[in-house]
């Protein structure tokens, strides 16, 4: 995991937390998707260990411990990370945060998790087929591992003028200027990959592919329809493509 991510995400770490404002009601997938608990990919998580790979704020590692998981949050960020411990003590949970790179799991024991999840956090992985196959390494027989990207078809249009303007046909990291709602900015770096790059690293991993939802729900959570958000996430664009793409694999 590269130090440009690590950094980008503690210098935006409060403005993010405090404009996303993320459920810890249950595990959530994404902008305008669903939750877990309207989903149950999962199942029933009680007693299960869990494993979350860029954690954030915590948020769907806090949901999974609510419901009697055994929980491990992983991120790069410090500052994402205090925000998690802060947050799972106001929840009155458990959860092991630990700082990690995610995208290799050196010092986890083998065939040991019952679930690996992640929401919208591998896009910052320069190299996936490696980070799938420390996932499948560190699940049981027949665990789970359940993520999300942000939706490369959403991604390679534009916010603004509704078309085409980034060729999806190539896989290239992104690097861009942001400015946050508290008038900060701030380097974002991630990686752009097409659909079947993806599905293609979990074969090679040796995962089972179970399902990919491509989800649209008007009615997630309201913090996507206000301030910064909506600008990223403008109705008339999610209407035509839904801003996340979710995949359910299998050891």
């Not at 029933?44 to 419901?67: D, H, T």
């Not at 019952?114 to 320069?126: E, K």
């Not at 046909?169 to 200027?177: A, D, P, R, V």
């Not at 008038?183 to 990919?212: D, M, Q």
Request: glycine share 8%; net charge positive; with cysteine.
């Amino acid at each position: 995991m590269t130090k440009e991510i690590e950094k980008w995400w503690n210098e935006a770490s409060k403005s993010y937390q405090e404009s996303s404002q993320i459920e810890t009601k249950s595990a959530h997938y994404g902008p305008y998707a669903p939750n877990e608990n309207k989903y149950r990919m999962l199942g029933n998580v009680k007693g299960k260990r869990i494993l979350e790979i860029g954690c954030g704020g915590g948020q769907c590692s806090i949901a999974f411990a609510k419901q009697g998981a055994k929980c491990t949050g992983l991120d790069l960020s410090s500052d994402q990370l205090k925000h998690a411990e802060d947050l799972a003590k106001k929840n009155k949970v458990s959860v092991k945060f630990q700082k990690h790179d995610i995208q290799s799991l050196g010092g986890f024991r083998s065939n040991y998790y019952d679930i690996v999840f992640s929401a919208f956090a591998l896009q910052y992985i320069p190299d996936l087929t490696r980070c799938f196959k420390e996932i499948f390494r560190v699940l049981r027989k027949g665990g789970l591992f359940a993520f999300s990207f942000e939706h490369p078809f959403y991604s390679s249009i534009s916010t603004v003028t509704f078309r085409v303007d980034k060729n999806y046909n190539k896989s290239e990291k992104i690097k861009e200027i942001e400015t946050w709602p508290d008038g900060s900015k701030h380097t974002f770096v991630a990686y752009r990959r097409k659909v079947s790059e993806i599905f293609g690293s979990l074969l090679k991993a040796g995962f089972s592919i179970e399902n990919i939802i491509e989800p649209f729900d008007r009615k997630s959570e309201n913090a996507w329809r206000k301030g910064y958000w909506k600008k990223i996430y403008p109705k008339k664009l999610i209407e035509m493509i839904g801003p996340t793409i979710i995949f359910k694999a299998r050891k």
